[in-house]
């Protein structure tokens, strides 16, 4: 692999930046020669060469490995022998199987999360299984699992039993690996309540609600992905691998943001929950239409005087009360009425064509479906079509971030349940079909 290439030269290369570059990208090359590839190939992707051996289910791991999975690295997902990602039966809706109609087919949950990825079914409680997955993790960069803590050492396979010094090993838990609560199970919508941002979500004389998505376990995914990076270029430099623990709790925590800071800095209780209102800006939250909503934002006095004047409500401007930011936070349940009295008498179109190019900021409140059929969402080419081996042609959300020279995009299906165990074992394990079979036979692998 390029990194562990790099790694073996280092102290040859030590204090020539250049010519460790250099050989680094010869290893690349020299690993990835028995194809020729087109420009904007896998190649060119910025993990290549990079192997992950993913042990994690649902969502959060899942969500980090495929971000990775995207930038290029080869994502080996690991999973149960029979029943795989705990995903794949959540539903509906799935995805018609055309080779198996009496199959519900894919769950869209699980394609969801799950492209660009390998699929490698197999029983670790069996010894085999548990020797195949540790000569595979010999070879690899990355591990990332999601079990409770201590569990993965009941079959020999937590980081200190692995024999690959080089490794970085993630674990994510919902509280981590120290604490009190390091035993419970956690679920991204009970960290929403426990660490706070369940108690500031929904409306201000409403219960708490969660989050749409699972925002916890998506952020949780994005700061695995980000420290997995991180220590790969670590790596790199000392060739050393290391342990992560990543907790959700710690990254709902952390992702409180400007809302923490504010009750960290004054002493005081958050300010509750506000619906789509916005605690220190007014007016800035949503605003029903007549046949509709749309999010206005007059964020500074400028702007709140473009949307007097775009409301028909210029006389707004000078009202002593609303002069500031500061006083029309402090009058919000007087202003906030005014400004619905005058978004109903038109519809949300009508409003859009009106604030149009006026510099202030708004949006229609879409529906996903409408989303997902937006014209700037079309035209940022963030919906791809895929050919999945057993579904056909489907939709999927694509990779969000634009490179200049590097091309992430969705090379693989997510894929079938076991689809590259046979390819893995032999090419990367070593094992022979007549051992790969006996495996099969005995339900060790799938």
């Known amino acids: 692999m390029l990194l562990q290439c790099y790694r073996r030269r280092l102290p040859q290369l030590a204090g020539t930046r250049l010519s460790a570059q250099m050989w680094a990208q010869s290893c690349w090359l020299r690993r990835n020669s028995s194809t020729s590839a087109p420009a904007n190939s896998h190649l060119e992707l910025p993990l290549s060469g990079v192997r992950i051996v993913d042990l994690t289910r649902v969502l959060a791991g899942p969500y980090a490995t495929q971000i990775l999975a995207d930038l290029g690295a080869e994502v080996i997902k690991v999973e149960h022998v029979t029943r795989g990602d705990d995903t794949r039966t959540w539903g509906p809706p799935f995805a018609k199987n055309h080779n198996n ?110 989050v749409g998505v699972a925002v916890t376990d998506l952020t949780t995914g994005l700061y695995a992905a980000n420290s997995i990076m991180a220590a790969l270029l670590g790596r790199a430099k000392t060739g050393r691998g290391q342990y992560i623990d990543v907790a959700l709790s710690d990254c709902q925590v952390a992702t409180l943001a400007n809302i923490a800071s504010s009750c960290l800095i004054s002493g005081q209780p958050d300010a509750g ?21 749309i999010m206005i934002g007059g964020a500074n006095d400028k702007l709140f005087g473009i949307m007097c004047n775009l409301l028909g409500k210029s006389e707004w401007i000078e009202e002593e009360r609303f002069a500031t930011n500061p006083l029309r936070v402090k009058h919000r349940e007087m202003l906030v009425p005014m400004i619905i009295e005058e978004t109903t008498k038109k519809t949300t179109a009508e409003w859009l064509t009106i604030f149009e190019g006026s510099g202030i900021a708004y949006a229609a409140v879409n529906d996903v479906q409408s989303t997902l059929n937006h014209p700037h969402v079309l035209a940022r080419d963030m919906i791809a079509t895929v050919d999945h081996p057993d579904c056909g042609p489907i939709k999927m959300v694509n990779t969000p971030v634009k490179y200049s020279l590097s091309k992430p995009s969705i090379r693989m299906a997510p894929p079938t349940l076991g689809q590259h165990t046979d390819e893995i074992l032999e090419r990367e394990v070593g094992l022979s079909k007549e051992v790969i079979s006996e495996m099969k036979a005995d339900g060790i692998i799938a």
């Open 101 to 210: 109609l009496q199959s519900p087919g894919e769950s869209a949950y699980f394609l969801g999360v799950n492209r660009n990825k390998k699929s490698l079914a197999i029983d670790f409680k069996d010894k085999r299984g548990q020797d195949t997955l540790r000569s595979l993790i010999s070879k690899s960069d990355v591990v990332i699992e999601n079990y409770l803590p201590g569990t993965l050492s009941r079959y020999n396979l937590a980081y200190d039993q692995l024999e690959n010094d080089k490794v970085i090993y993630v674990s994510i838990t919902g509280y981590g690996q120290t604490g009190p609560y390091r035993n419970r199970a956690g679920y991204d919508v009970m960290v929403e309540a426990e660490m706070g941002l369940m108690h500031i979500t929904g409306e201000a004389n409403g219960p708490p609600v969660k």
């Open 273 to 293: 929950r506000q619906g789509t209102s916005h605690p220190s800006i007014c007016p800035y939250q949503a605003f029903p239409t007549k046949d509709g909503d």
